[in-house]
């Protein structure tokens, strides 16, 4: 079976090692795959030897915003010995995100996408307005836990009164775009 180390993965897909080994934890839990049946550890790092498979799902099913995706998922593909035939289509958050950024570029107010917060990556930060919008897939009915402790500790981490507005996946765009808006009076 042909793997492919997370610890080199990470490296091409410019992640440090623990945030990726996270991203492939949650990757596994959501299939029910135990990832420490490939464990590996390279000096004072644990690793995981991926096979090819589970290295393509990972990098197509996690959130991970990296220009060098798509061609880390070709050389996987390559790998693999199977086609790329079919391109990703394009995220929905990505589309929100970017429809919000034309509309409130229009008023001068400033979105940053994929803001940093610590550990963490907001979907998008409205500074002037401390503002941090998420956008939840379908999958995040599933770990109201994890957001809230995940919201709890970015709260800690910017300047207070932030507010957080949830955008869900289902929700129509000119909904979505309104709720914002309402945040930002």
């Known amino acids: 079976m042909q ?39 390279q000096g004072n790092a644990n690793t995981y030897d991926l096979p090819i498979k589970l290295a393509i799902g990972i990098v197509e099913n996690v959130r991970m915003y990296k220009t060098n995706r798509a061609k880390v998922l070709q ?21 929100f995100v970017e429809t919000l950024i034309q509309v409130l570029a229009e008023l001068d107010i400033e979105v940053i996408p994929q803001y940093p917060v610590g550990a963490f990556c907001l ?17 995040h009915k599933y770990n109201k836990e994890q957001d809230e402790l995940r919201e709890f500790q970015i709260k800690l981490s910017l300047p207070h009164g932030l507010q957080v507005v949830r955008i869900e996946e289902g929700m129509p765009i000119g909904t979505a775009l309104g709720k914002v808006l309402a945040a930002l009076r």
């Not at 979907?123 to 941090?132: H, T």
């Open 75 to 95: 050389d996987l593909y390559d790998l693999l010995g199977t086609p790329l035939v079919t391109q990703l289509p394009q995220r929905k958050e990505t589309i």
């Open 3 to 41: 793997t492919v180390n997370s610890k080199d993965l990470a490296g091409l897909l410019d992640f440090r090692n623990t945030d990726f080994t996270r991203k492939c934890r949650i990757y596994c839990n959501n299939i029910d795959v135990d990832l420490d049946q490939y464990h590996n550890r």
């Open 123 to 139: 979907d998008a930060y409205i500074p002037e307005f401390n503002v941090m919008i998420e956008f939840d897939e379908y999958e």
